[in-house]
């Protein structure tokens, strides 16, 4: 049989991932079927093996593809990086909580890896492969920000900013449907944290002139 054409392949495995993205979103991972997913995308089922080689590799490839191809390189598309800092960590939060409305099978997918994860080493290992990319891109951000903060500190802060976007995740089937409250509280709670941040450097430093 002749090689398909990289195009042809390409499409393909884009088409399965919308199409897993799609089912384990609306009925979870463990109920959605191979031979469902590959229906779905219009391919024969072993094309799936081909590409993703078990059910297992292709949840974290999806979850992959929307989380940082889409999501995160969306996110920094976007951003105006000359913004100031609480304007910038705004607009980073104002795409996640679209991102989450635009993509409602988010939630499940998500839930999902995590659910499974608990009892599989494997896929444990590649959610927090997949969790030290998203904070490298939140440190992508911060890092522009220019705050007083030490490596540690910038590792700690890029934590709980990956914190809060899980937990608009969690809060997601109820709280980001269309009320943008969560947002704007969480906006006013990073602004806080940037201004303790800078009131804390500035203590310290009066502090050792003294």
């Known amino acids: 049989m002749a090689k398909q054409p990289a195009t042809n392949q390409d499409e393909r495995r884009?088409?399965?991932?919308?199409?897993?993205?799609?089912?384990?979103?609306?009925?979870?991972?463990?109920?959605?079927?191979?031979?469902?997913?590959?229906?779905?995308?219009?391919?024969?089922?072993?094309?799936?093996?081909?590409?993703?080689?078990?059910k297992e590799t292709l949840l974290v490839?999806?979850?992959?593809?929307?989380?940082?191809?889409?999501?995160?390189?969306?996110?920094?598309?976007?951003?105006?990086?000359?913004?100031?800092?609480?304007?910038?960590?705004?607009?980073?939060?104002?795409?996640?909580?679209?991102?989450?409305?635009?993509?409602?099978?988010?939630?499940?997918l998500l839930i999902s890896l995590w659910t499974e994860s608990v009892n599989n080493v494997k896929l444990a290992q590649e959610l927090t492969k997949l969790y030290q990319e998203m904070k490298a891109g939140i440190r992508l951000i911060i890092d522009r920000?220019?705050?007083?903060?030490?490596?540690?500190?910038?590792?700690?802060?890029?934590?709980?900013?990956?914190?809060?976007?899980?937990?608009?995740?969690?809060?997601?089937?109820?709280?980001?449907?269309?009320d943008p409250l969560s947002h704007k509280q969480v906006t006013q709670g990073i602004g806080w944290m940037l201004q303790g941040i800078h009131t804390s450097h500035t203590m310290e430093r009066t502090k050792e002139n003294n």
């Open 14 to 54: 884009n088409a399965i991932l919308q199409a897993a993205f799609t089912l384990f979103g609306q009925v979870g991972y463990s109920k959605a079927t191979m031979k469902e997913i590959a229906a779905k995308a219009g391919v024969a089922q072993g094309l799936i093996g081909y590409h993703f080689n078990t």
């Open 145 to 178: 920000l220019e705050l007083p903060l030490n490596e540690a500190e910038h590792e700690t802060l890029a934590a709980l900013i990956q914190a809060v976007f899980d937990g608009l995740t969690l809060q997601s089937p109820v709280l980001l449907s269309s």
């Open 61 to 108: 490839e999806v979850v992959r593809e929307w989380m940082i191809n889409r999501g995160m390189q969306q996110a920094l598309q976007q951003l105006d990086m000359k913004a100031a800092p609480s304007e910038l960590l705004s607009q980073a939060l104002l795409h996640v909580v679209e991102f989450r409305k635009n993509n409602p099978e988010w939630f499940t």
